[in-house]
């Protein structure tokens, strides 16, 4: 009987060293086969192009890093970014988007909304808070919790943007040599919504500023471009786009079904983001959508953000998301592409941040203008910002 109690402890005992070695360990193992960056040797960068991207304003409209349960103000050894490797890659402005449902089996093609949601099994793997195990919403208002922890604990090199005189803050303090970042919030979907449109204030008085409306199911807005309907607005996304074009948010339309995206141009007046995708012209994959529509959104004053997974660019290289940026030049004009990464957003690519001058090399390479450059790195983006922040208080 002693002898099968103490197996029996000792059982236990080896349980608990499981079970504890699996909170400890799975999440990171997980993220490093989501977010693996190629092994390669580093990239040739000249000292001219060095130069020209020292210079640059450099601004990102897409990371998904809030996701994963790194120290963002730790340069990390696995995944895409953090606040060291921005620095690194003279980054100013990093939107950071939290991503709140992600159907099993996610696909380009069709993903059903009732699926299991893999963002359901990654809050409890990471033992975040229980209150979102369950609650969309809660999962966006904890990720914009850690990014205030971040800033708390790092101010010198992290301040969120949630006004014009924050964003223009963050401007002067680099000018005047302060190696700073500035993080503006967005979510991925505005499924965290959960079909209550006062919890758009929630999200906004917790720092959120860019707001997407489907990530890749269908959802109370309306039809996403990877789910089962290809529907437009439903009257419920027709009030919560009035509401953000009201608030002085920024409207993202990646991920929108087409169909979503000529609803919103019908019914806005305002300058309209695509944060993170490619030209289909250049790259044919369910991913990009049409090139007649990409004019649309560019018309609005708004701009493209450019990614640089394989998906999206076709090539995932350096020189191949410069060609992916010159596609886009070609076809909306330099002054409505942007940069949208998708890093640490479960796809695989060939840099991380810290290696963005491997793409300023790419261009020149390529032979884009020095202004175009400029435009594209990062000028866009701000002039979005600026048009939308503006009348904030």
Known sequence: MRLIKRLFKQFLVLVGIGIFGFFIFAPGYVERQRNPVAAHAPYVVSDAAQALHDSLIIGDWHADSLLWNRDLTERGSYGQVDIPRLIEGNVALQVFTAVTKSP??????QNDAEALDNITLLAIGQLWPMRTWGSLAARALYQAERLA???????????I????DDLEEVLTRRVAGEKIVGAILGIEGAHPLEGDLATLLRLESAGYRVVALQHFFDNELGGSLHGNSNAGLTEFGRAVVAEVERRGLVLDVTHSSEQVVRDVLDITDMPIVLSHSGILSNCQTKRN???ELM???AATGGVIGM???????CDDSPAGIARSIAAAVALVGPESVSLGSDFDGSVATALDTSELAAITQALLALGMEEAAIRKVMGENMLRVLRARLETRP
Request: hydrophobic share 40%; glycine share 6%; proline share 3%.
């Open 104 to 109: 099993a089996g996610l696909n380009y093609e």
């Open 149 to 159: 922890e971040f800033q708390l604990a790092a101010p010198e090199s992290l301040k």
């Open 161 to 164: 943007i949630r006004s014009a």
């Open 289 to 291: 959508i049409s090139d």
């Open 295 to 297: 004019q649309q959104i």
């Open 307 to 313: 990614g640089y997974w394989q998906e999206v660019t």
